[in-house]
């Protein structure tokens, strides 16, 4: 329940609220935008502007320039080493490509990635380079020749599972011998 009104003079009454005040200016509402707007100063503001000498901006300039330099000149020198060992990559390299949707898949790959590690000495193998597919088990080549491709596949994914991984391991290392 709500206190109830106090009574107070006639007098008191008839006089107006807003004359008896003074408006004065710390009662004036004041934003950060409408100070900015007036141009006023920063000073009594919490955030305090850092002003850095022009010397500081050519430093970091420089710097800046030297490291997009050194990094032209790194990717240069790979290309050219790598231009060599590209052909040698690409046949060393297999890239195993399955769906996140069930964990059956990533048991699989794991198998055949492990397998494939131990088997063959130098090779590179690869998990989901990119986004996969829905319901999918390929494993390639980099160079892009299937091993394995079994696309759109419905649950239970027999198909996947009647592979026998074993099987599947040495006839991928024969093939890239």
């Known amino acids: 329940m709500a206190p109830r009104k106090t009574k107070t003079d006639g007098e008191e009454k008839s006089k107006p609220v807003t004359a008896s ?42 710097t800046r320039k030297e490291a997009g330099k050194r990094k032209e000149e790194d990717t240069k020198e790979n290309a050219t080493e790598e231009g060599v060992a590209s052909e040698d990559s690409k046949k060393n390299t297999i890239v195993i490509e399955h769906c996140k949707q069930c964990n059956s898949f990533k048991t699989r790959a794991i198998q055949v990635k492990e397998g494939l590690e131990e088997g063959v000495p130098g090779i590179t193998v690869i998990v989901n380079p990119d986004k996969p597919r829905r319901g999918c088990f390929e494993i390639r080549e980099e160079g892009g020749q ?26 991928i290392i024969e093939k890239i011998k």
């Open 146 to 171: 299937k091993i394995i491709s079994l696309l759109d596949m419905k649950r239970p994914f027999a198909e996947m599972k009647a592979l026998d991984m074993k099987e599947v391991i040495a006839d």
């Open 21 to 62: 005040l003074r408006v004065t200016r710390s009662m004036v509402r004041r934003t950060r935008s409408s100070t900015q707007r007036n141009g006023a100063n920063s000073t009594g503001s919490a955030t305090k502007l850092v002003n850095t000498s022009s010397s500081a901006k050519k430093a970091k300039r420089k």
